[in-house]
C-alpha cells in the first residue's frame, strides 16, 4: 500500500479514538469532528488505493453514503435518525449492486442469513413501535449485501460485510433495546473496520 493509504488508516483509528472519547465525556463537537473525521478517512483511503473500475466506484459511492449516514447519526432526533437510515440503506443498496457486479451468489448462505434475519426482528419487534416497516426493509437490505459480499469471494469485501452487520445490531440495540455508551463503543470499531476492508477491496 502507499503512504497515503497507510495516514488514511491511521487517521481513521486516530479519529475513532478522539470520537468515543468526546462521546464518553459528552464533547459534541469533538464527538463530531471526530466522527465524521473518521469516516472522512475510509474515503480517503479508497481514494489513495485508486478509483479505476465499476467495482471501485461502487464502493466508493457505498462509502460515501456511508459518510452522510454518519453525519446524520450524530443527532438523536427522530428526523435525524430517519434520514440516516435512509443514507445507510442506499449504502446497502449500492454494496449489494456493487458486489453483485463481480460475485456469484451461492445458496447455501440464503438459510442461516434468513434464521439470523428472523431472530433479529423476533428481538427487535417488541421495541420498535411505528419503526417497523422502516427496520424490516433495512435488515433485508442489509441481509442482502452480506449475502451478495459471500459471492465476491474477497476476504475483504466478506468480512467487511460482516462486521457492518455485527456492528448494525449494536446500533438497534443502542436505539431500540437498550441505550448505552457500551453499544457505541463496541459497534463502532466493527463499523470502521468494516468500511476500512471495503475500501481495501479496491486494490
Known amino acids: 500500500m502507499t503512504p497515503a493509504a497507510w495516514l488514511a488508516i491511521a487517521c481513521v483509528a486516530i479519529l475513532l479514538a478522539v470520537h468515543l472519547a468526546a462521546e464518553a465525556r459528552g464533547a459534541r463537537l469533538a464527538r463530531a469532528v471526530g466522527k465524521v473525521g473518521a469516516s472522512l ?88 413501535g411505528g419503526m417497523k416497516g422502516p427496520v424490516v426493509a433495512y435488515c433485508l437490505v442489509i441481509s442482502a449485501m452480506l449475502w451478495l459480499a459471500v459471492g465476491v469471494g474477497q476476504i475483504e469485501v466478506t468480512l467487511g460485510a460482516v462486521l457492518f452487520y455485527l456492528s448494525d445490531l449494536t446500533v438497534a440495540r443502542d436505539r431500540f433495546v437498550a441505550p448505552a455508551f457500551v453499544n457505541r463503543l463496541v459497534g463502532l470499531p466493527l463499523y470502521y473496520g468494516a468500511q476500512v476492508l471495503f475500501a481495501l477491496a479496491v486494490r
Open 41 to 128: 478517512a475510509f474515503v480517503a483511503l479508497a481514494l489513495a488505493l485508486g478509483v479505476d473500475t465499476p467495482f471501485d466506484r461502487g464502493v466508493l459511492a457505498g462509502l460515501a453514503l456511508s459518510v452522510v449516514g454518519d453525519a446524520l447519526l450524530l443527532s438523536s432526533a427522530r428526523p435525524a435518525f430517519m434520514a440516516g437510515l435512509v443514507a445507510f440503506l442506499a449504502a446497502h443498496v449500492v454494496y449489494a449492486a456493487t458486489f453483485a457486479l463481480v460475485g456469484h451468489a451461492a445458496a447455501w448462505p440464503a438459510l442461516p442469513l434468513g434464521l439470523a434475519l428472523v431472530a433479529v426482528l423476533r428481538w427487535l419487534w417488541p421495541h420498535l
